[in-house]
């Protein structure tokens, strides 16, 4: 399979967006070979609990990464853009895709879903979103790690409203 | 008085809201869905709280989340406004359940009044005229066959849970009778979870006479005077008006006290509808009831003056009437036309889209409800109805001439409009002599559109 034009522009970001600082690519009698020159032009922008801008940091944290991140983590983009690997190491908001009074513990049994430093399985429940006593899991939409809690146990929550940051695992 | 109401409802009705609320010195909460946060309700509310995404069974349906968003907005009462959750008995009463009021009538007329079939034994009992129909529901295609035969043909196979034009099959001869039943039954199962339906005699070329009543819990009722609502296309009203010209005084008397029975048996409390149909014959027929604020209810306000949406937060609060009957002089005459965003060429498909500019007529007698502003988007998720415009003169041709003027300023650009296909009915003869029944739209509407092709190509315009 030849190169085309449009996948040497892909390798192209994906290597400026990567750690790398020098990529020699071998196929079929074609060869890329891309080097960087110097520092990285994108600054490294720690990855910060109210980012309000996730997409654009996510591909200046990804120059700061050691691996190359190609997939879609699974986080919920504030823009919904989705064409753009989110694999950095922005946390990502959690919104509310119900409305109602959100727990951050269990009102019975006082067991925590949700706290700051928290580790969390993509799945798992981190809250309940109580409406007319009718009680829905809120899950963790990545495995990684519960930033901060942006509301208060038992707050009202408007349909959109951030829940919390989780911060994704590194990937494998 | 309420301190603070939850509005349950979008667009132009929730804007009316507002500003009567405003009037009144109560604080709105607007309950809007994702696709409407850039509404122009969302910005004129007092407060505003996002309950769900577009789709509106996730969130102007979204009874819990409503119910809850009122809560934690210290509402003390919710209005529905019209659509919706508005005659939803099971809403009504989740929302007093949790301590506030419902802006409409009890649950439980709204529940005898939403089984059409059980509203028109109701009205019945009491001596009021219904259309000549079967004794009850009716169970079998073969007893819909024998109560058909004794009608007489044409019949409409109607459902109890279905009401506003909806559920309804035609069948004008003994053949059609088995098909128009099981197709009847399968829509209403379908659409309202509730197969029951009954015949009643289709009235050929009817008008379509709606009386408005007000009832507090005082016992006071009074009736505001009847709406014509015959100019429909597929059983949406498009233009109504006050008064309706098929009525004498004699026939108008019998229907207003009608209505008013109509109220009392029903135990009515709050602003509601009584819907008739007048034959060809001067003969009225018990329709339905309607529990809620309707669409035309600015066409009663300019005949009478009075704010209908100001005495249903009255009620509401437990106060009575601020008028009595005697009060009640509806003068002039008014004409409503409502503008949707759709295509009349196109068969009056929607056209959804960004109104990139918009501009409404004003003066004397000249009335808009709408939620519209230049860069306002009209969103594919609810109906197409982006404004209404009103209009009130002494009589019924200057009337017509002022909603020519209103309708030639009214500019609404960026998506299409049925506003120049109003515009020429302001001149169709037949409308012009008062002349027209509920099939007057069908059946004009191609000349309409013809007449409409014809006048932009002599303007030189494409498109």
Redesign the interface.
Known sequence: MELELTDIERIIVLFERSDLSELDLKNNGQRLRLKKAGASAIGQEAASGDSSNPAGEAEAACAAKTKNHLRDSGCIEKDGRSDVPAGGMTAAELKAP????FHTKNPDGGLVYAEPGKKVQKGETVGLM???K?MSEIKAPVSGTIVSVEVGDAD?C????VLMLIQPDEDM | MFRRILIANRGEIAMRLIRCMKEMGIESVLAYSAEDADSLPVQMATESVCIGPAAASASYLNQAALVEAAKAASCDAVHPGYGFLSENADFAALVRENGMAFIGPDPETIRLMGDKEKARELMKKNGIPTVPGSDGLVDTADEAVRVADSLGYPVLVKASAGGGGRGMRRASCRDEVMAAYQDARAEAQAAFGDSSVYLEKEIVRPHHIEFQILADRYGGIVQLGERDCSMQRRRQKMIEEAPAGCLTPRLRAKMAKAAITAAKASGYVSAGTVEFVVDQQGNFYFIEMNTRIQVEHCVTEMETGIDLVREQIRIAAGMKLSVRQTDIHPAGHTIEVRINAEDPQQAFAPSPGTISFAHFPGGGGVRIESAVYSGSRVSPFYDSMIAKLIVHAPGRQEAIHKMRAALEELTIEGVRTNINYLYLMMFQRDYLLGQFDTSFIEENTEKILKWEKACRKKAGLTG
């Open positions: 119900l409305t109602g009074v109580e409406a007319m009718m009202f408007e349909y959109g409203k």
